[in-house]
């Protein structure tokens, strides 16, 4: 008889789907030119890591944590799962510290992902707005995601203490 698995939390989806989304935007170069199967596996399979490491969120978010900004040093791909993982470190983490060494991992990891030679150039050679882009949006993922992980971890609270409230209510 098969055990009974437990139910999806309604984050789940979106945390998948948010990360998966990141990863296909970065994927497109192949749509174009399907026979690049080294870019498939230099960009891609770093990114397919961390969202796969995004299933330990929930028990080990620093991990997590550190296995996307480690992916996102070898792939922008990456940087979907980084944004989630950030978002569920901020929810869980009790301390702010956490919080910022997570953010500052990621934006490391795209320093170190923009000037680390890759096929003979760095990425930073003949700087163009795209490299403006990408910075952009990783500073304002950074920030929405731990704004978002920290407003989530503030319901929680709040939720917890009006339960506290209604059963010492009912008590008296």
């Not at 990114?47 to 969120?57: E, F, H, Y």
């Not at 680390?116 to 950074?142: H, K, M, N, Q, W």
């Given at each position: 008889?098969?055990t009974?698995?437990?139910?999806?939390?309604?984050?789940?989806?979106?945390a998948?789907?948010v990360?998966?989304?990141f990863w296909?935007?970065?994927?497109t170069?192949?749509?174009?030119r399907?026979?690049?199967?080294?870019f498939?596996?230099i960009?891609?399979?770093?990114?397919?890591?961390?969202i796969?490491?995004l299933?330990?969120r929930?028990?080990?978010?620093?991990l997590?944590m550190?296995?996307?900004a480690i992916?996102?040093?070898m792939?922008a791909?990456?940087?979907?799962a980084?944004?989630?993982a950030l978002?569920?470190?901020?929810?869980?983490?009790e301390?702010?510290r956490s919080?910022?060494a997570?953010?500052l991992?990621l934006?490391g990891?795209?320093a170190?992902?923009?000037v680390?030679?890759?096929?003979?150039?760095?990425?930073?050679d003949?700087v163009?707005s795209?490299?403006t882009?990408e910075v952009t949006?990783l500073v304002?993922g950074?920030?929405i995601?731990a704004?978002?992980g920290r407003?989530?971890?503030?319901?929680?609270?709040a939720?917890?203490s009006?339960a506290a409230s209604a059963?010492?209510?009912?008590?008296?």
């Amino acid at each position: 008889m098969p055990t009974p698995t437990a139910p999806a939390r309604p984050g789940d989806v979106t945390a998948f789907v948010v990360a998966g989304l990141f990863w296909a935007y970065y994927m497109t170069p192949l749509a174009v030119r399907a026979d690049r199967w080294e870019f498939a596996l230099i960009a891609g399979v770093p990114g397919l890591i961390a969202i796969g490491a995004l299933t330990l969120r929930r028990r080990r978010p620093m991990l997590t944590m550190s296995i996307a900004a480690i992916c996102l040093v070898m792939s922008a791909a990456a940087v979907g799962a980084g944004f989630v993982a950030l978002a569920h470190l901020a929810h869980r983490a009790e301390r702010t510290r956490s919080v910022v060494a997570g953010a500052l991992a990621l934006i490391g990891a795209k320093a170190a992902e923009l000037v680390i030679p890759r096929f003979g150039s760095t990425a930073l050679d003949g700087v163009t707005s795209a490299i403006t882009v990408e910075v952009t949006v990783l500073v304002a993922g950074v920030i929405i995601a731990a704004l978002a992980g920290r407003l989530l971890r503030s319901n929680d609270l709040a939720e917890a203490s009006r339960a506290a409230s209604a059963a010492a209510r009912a008590e008296a």
